[in-house]
């Protein structure tokens, strides 16, 4: 048994999630018994399948209390179970959503957040690693984006991220709080042992949705747009391995840790883009079956090009992504064909 004094316990929120229930795997698995893992998440978006496939894994150290990240009980948590950083995940995350449901984004991600925060103060928690967004840059006047690019969300959506590493900022200049704010790029692909992976209760992502065309759940891919300014016309992403994502959070975590005073924002990508194009053509070869298209108007707030440059992440947090697009396609297929939850959701 651990005694008190080695044990380390940090709190997840939206662990229940996509991305949160890949990192919760991936901290367990790599980090020594001593560490254990408090997820809170309110299952609006999250999967519990995601959690009881976890637990079977990982047992007492992984701990599930179903709650919102502003409820008033969060302060305790924090302080019974001596947690000593926050990895906060929850949010909501559809931008066409965003663009009709502001308030809905900024109760949710900004002044939920802001109560997490509340309750760190009160509870003497001073570690952050905040999910941020591509979304942030809105549409860059560069193919390769640098954390410095100018900030200017086009969608509600980022804006909302935005105003929350605002937050991060003020209260680490205060000395109040260390934090690290991660801007995922496209995450896609699922963990190789299928336990999990991306189960949306409403599908809005192209990975996906190519799988479900090809395993037959859905007739066929809109394409969005193509006639972009790109070599094919099609839209152009830097697509990045979830498992990835997850071990630039364990090492954004080490790198804080380490540095107390910490505020800093890493672009979390591959520095290679692909177009839709091109990850149709690539699905195709991987699932061996057919994916028609049917070619539609471009959807709103879509950039042409976003590709991050993640040097600082790889210099920095000494992190690399080791998945290349097939990988993605492979895990994400395997995914698709075997999925433990969210069957319903096309
Ligand atoms: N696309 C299609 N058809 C679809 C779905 C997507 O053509 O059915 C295209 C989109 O137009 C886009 C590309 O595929 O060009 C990728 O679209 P996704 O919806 O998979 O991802 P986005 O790049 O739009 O969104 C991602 C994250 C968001 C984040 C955003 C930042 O999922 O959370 O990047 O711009 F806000």
């Known amino acids: 048994m651990a005694t008190q004094s080695e044990q380390v316990t940090i709190l997840v929120t939206g662990g229940a999630g996509y991305i949160g229930s890949h990192f919760v795997n991936r901290y367990l698995q790599k980090k020594p018994f001593t560490h254990r893992i408090l997820v809170i998440d309110n299952l609006s978006e999250g999967n519990p399948e995601a959690i009881e496939n976890l637990k079977v894994l990982y047992g007492e150290r992984l701990i599930f209390q179903r709650c919102g990240i502003g409820d008033a009980g969060v302060t305790t948590l924090l302080s019974d179970y001596g947690v000593s950083a926050v990895v906060h995940f929850a949010a909501s995350a559809l931008v066409a959503q965003s663009q009709v449901e502001p308030m809905l984004y900024l109760r949710n991600n900004v002044g939920e957040s802001l109560k997490l925060l509340d309750s760190m103060q009160a509870a003497g928690v001073k570690n952050f690693v905040f999910s941020s967004t591509a979304a942030v840059y809105g ?15 086009v969608n509600v959506y980022g804006r909302t991220k935005l105003m929350v590493e605002g937050m991060l900022d003020l209260l680490n200049e205060r000395g109040a709080l260390s934090y690290v704010t ?30 479900q065309v090809a395993n037959g759940r859905r007739k066929a891919l809109k394409i969005y747009g ?14 990045i391995h979830v498992n990835d994502l997850a071990d630039a959070h364990i090492a954004a975590l080490e790198y804080m840790c380490q540095r107390p005073g910490t505020g800093e924002a890493f672009n979390l990508g591959t ?14 070869q991987v699932t061996g079956r057919e994916i028609p ?13 976003l590709v991050a440059s993640s040097d600082k992440a790889q210099q920095l947090l000494g992190w690399k992504p080791h998945y290349g697009l097939e990988d993605i396609l492979k895990t994400a297929w395997q995914w698709e064909q075997n999925r433990k939850f969210c069957l319903q959701a096309t």
């Open 271 to 284: 520095g290679h883009g692909d177009s839709v194009q091109a990850v149709v053509s690539l699905s195709c």
């Open 226 to 239: 193509n006639d972009y300014d790109t070599p094919d016309g099609t839209c152009i992403r830097d697509y």
């Open 182 to 211: 991660l801007r995922y790029f496209n995450a896609a692909g699922a963990d190789p042992s299928g336990l999990i992976g991306e189960g949306h209760h409403e599908e809005t992502h192209l990975i996906p949705i190519i799988l």
């Open 139 to 153: 549409t860059p006047n560069t193919d390769l984006i640098l954390e410095d690019e100018r900030k200017s969300p």
């Open 293 to 305: 298209v049917d070619l539609c108007g471009r959807r709103e707030g879509d950039p042409p090009v």
